[in-house]
C-alpha cells in the first residue's frame, strides 16, 4: 500500500454564523463563531488519514496559540508531523469564514503557508505508488518542486488548483490527477463557467487545458457529482442528496479521500464514487476538518446505496 503525501497549507478557521452575507459595506449580525483546524492542506491529510491511509504532512505553522492547537489537532487525526516546520518569524496561516443559508465566503491570509519551501517538500522519501497531494495555498514553486521529485519517484500526482488563481507555465505537465470546481476550471481555461452549466461545457472547457496527454481531469459539481475526463472520455458520478449544512471542507475532502483510495491501489473510478460518497458526509457537519468521514462511515453510506 501507498502513502499519502501533502504538502499544503495549515490553517485555524475562524467561522461566523449569520442568516445572510453581508452586502459590500454592510454589517449584518451573525448567530456565533467558531474555531476550526482547516487549510486546504490540512484538510485533504485529515480526509486521507480517517480513510486508512498513512498520510504525511509538509507545511509550515506559526509559533503562536493557533499553531499549537493545530499541531495537537492533526497529530490526534492520525496525521504524521515530521514534515510540519514551526516558523517563529511568521503567524499560522488564518482562514476569515462566513456562512450563511449554507453557502461560504471565504478570506485567506496565508501566514506561514507562504514560507513553504522547495527545501521543505524535498524531505519526503517517495517512492512508486506513494500519492504526492497539494493546492495553491503554498507558493507554485514549491508545487512544481515537489511534482518533479514525484515524477522522478514515479509516485502520482494530485493537483487541486484552488483557491482559483493563475496557473505558472507548465505547472499543470507534471499533474497526473487535476481536481477542481467549475470557478477553478473556468479560470484556467480562461472561460466563464457556472455549476448550472450542461456537462458538454465543462468537458470542452477541461479540453482545453494545458495539461499532459494522460492527465485525468475531474470537475466537482457540488450537489450535481463529479464529472471526470479519463483518457480522454468523460464519465459522470452522480451526486448524493443530502442536507448540507457547511460546504467549506466538502472539496478537501474528495481530494483526500481520492488519494487514500489511489493509494490503496483502487481503480480510478471506484476511487471517484467513494471520494463523491465521502464528500457527501463531509458537507453535512460543520467545519472543514473536523467534518471529514472515517472508513467505516463510508463503507456504512456504500452498503446502504448499493
Do not use: W
Not at 499543470?172 to 479560470?187: K, S, Y
Request: hydrophobic share 50%; with cysteine.
Amino acid at each position: 500500500m501507498g502513502r499519502v503525501f501533502v504538502a499544503g497549507s495549515i490553517n485555524m478557521d475562524v467561522v461566523a454564523t449569520a442568516d445572510r452575507h453581508p452586502k459590500v459595506g454592510e454589517t449584518v449580525a451573525g448567530k456565533a463563531v467558531h474555531y476550526f483546524p482547516g487549510g486546504k492542506g490540512a484538510n485533504q491529510a485529515v480526509a486521507a488519514a480517517k480513510l486508512g491511509a498513512a498520510t504525511a504532512l509538509v507545511g509550515r505553522l506559526g509559533t503562536d496559540a493557533f499553531g499549537q492547537q493545530l499541531r495537537t489537532f492533526l497529530a490526534a487525526q492520525g496525521v504524521d508531523l515530521a514534515l510540519v516546520k514551526d516558523t517563529a518569524d511568521a503567524h499560522t496561516g488564518t482562514a476569515v469564514i462566513t456562512i450563511a443559508d449554507a453557502d461560504n465566503t471565504i478570506v485567506v491570509v496565508p501566514g506561514a503557508n507562504a514560507l513553504v519551501s522547495a527545501e521543505d517538500v524535498a524531505a519526503p522519501a517517495l517512492a512508486k505508488g506513494d500519492i504526492a497531494v497539494s493546492q495553491f495555498e503554498i507558493p507554485q514553486a514549491t508545487i512544481g518542486a515537489f511534482f518533479k521529485r514525484a515524477r522522478a519517484a514515479r509516485a502520482t500526482t494530485i493537483l487541486n488548483p484552488a483557491p482559483a488563481v493563475a496557473c505558472a507555465p507548465g505547472l499543470l505537465e507534471l499533474v497526473d490527477i487535476l481536481i477542481l470546481n467549475e470557478t477553478e476550471l473556468g479560470l484556467l481555461a480562461q472561460t466563464a463557467l457556472h455549476d448550472t452549466d450542461e456537462p458538454a461545457r465543462f468537458i470542452d472547457a477541461a479540453r482545453r487545458l494545458p495539461t499532459g496527454p494522460d492527465t485525468i481531469i475531474c470537475v466537482t459539481l457540488g450537489k450535481r457529482g463529479v464529472l471526470a475526463l479519463i483518457g480522454g472520455e468523460p464519465s459522470l458520478i452522480a451526486g448524493r442528496a443530502v442536507k448540507t449544512v457547511d460546504t467549506t471542507g466538502a472539496g478537501d475532502c474528495f481530494v483526500g479521500a481520492l488519494a487514500a483510495q489511489l493509494a490503496n491501489a483502487t481503480p480510478i473510478r471506484d476511487a471517484l464514487a467513494y471520494a463523491n460518497a465521502a464528500a457527501s458526509i463531509c458537507v453535512q457537519r460543520m467545519g472543514a476538518a473536523p467534518s471529514m468521514p472515517t472508513t467505516a462511515e463510508v463503507d456504512e453510506l456504500l452498503a446502504k446505496h448499493a
